[in-house]
């Protein structure tokens, strides 16, 4: 099972200058350069600042397409959006929490794994043992390994 660490998150602005010119995934423009307006990430990524929640990814149940959220990946996670189906949630299961996407099937609901080498779980099955905790709304992801972990400043919720 892919499991969720809840990160508390130090709530300063992160100011990045916007590139205002696209980036084409094909070949270079030979655009000038010229640096946009300053983008604040938490306006971004956290809208609800009092309920949204930064936790980090474990494990590969959700590395899959479309969601591709990999191993070690820090999510955003909105506890004030209704889940709906369709949508990548952070689910308490046993007292654990787990991230799948939200699947109606019929009328049982269902959390769905992107990666099909892991399996799927009917809702209903599970009862009191249940709650949807949250709402995913961003992953970030590393593409050069150990920096990511090495320079994000959380600390764990006690």
């Known amino acids: 099972m892919t499991t969720v660490e809840i990160l508390q998150i130090i709530r300063e602005p992160i100011w990045i200058?916007?590139?205002e010119t696209p980036i084409p995934a094909g070949f270079p423009s030979p655009a000038d350069e010229y640096l946009g307006t300053k983008v604040d990430l938490?306006?971004?990524?956290?809208?609800?600042?009092?309920?949204?929640?930064i936790a980090r990814?474990?494990?590969t149940s959700m590395d899959g397409a479309p969601a591709h959220i990999v191993d070690g990946a820090l999510i955003t996670v909105d506890c004030s959006i209704?889940?709906?189906p369709g949508h990548i949630v952070v689910a308490a299961i046993d007292g654990e929490f787990t991230i799948k996407r939200l699947e109606k099937r019929g009328?049982?609901?269902w959390l769905i794994p992107d990666n099909p080498n892991h399996h799927a779980t009917d809702i209903s099955m599970l009862g009191t043992r249940f709650e949807v905790w949250g709402v995913v709304t961003h992953a970030v992801t590393e593409f050069i390994n150990g920096k990511l972990k090495e320079h994000v400043r959380?600390?764990?919720l006690q």
């Open 17 to 19: 200058i916007e590139c």
């Open 42 to 53: 938490n306006a971004i990524l956290l809208p609800h600042p009092t309920c949204t929640y």
């Open 57 to 59: 990814v474990k494990g």
């Open 82 to 84: 209704k889940p709906e």
């Open 107 to 109: 009328s049982a609901y």
């Open 154 to 156: 959380t600390r764990r």
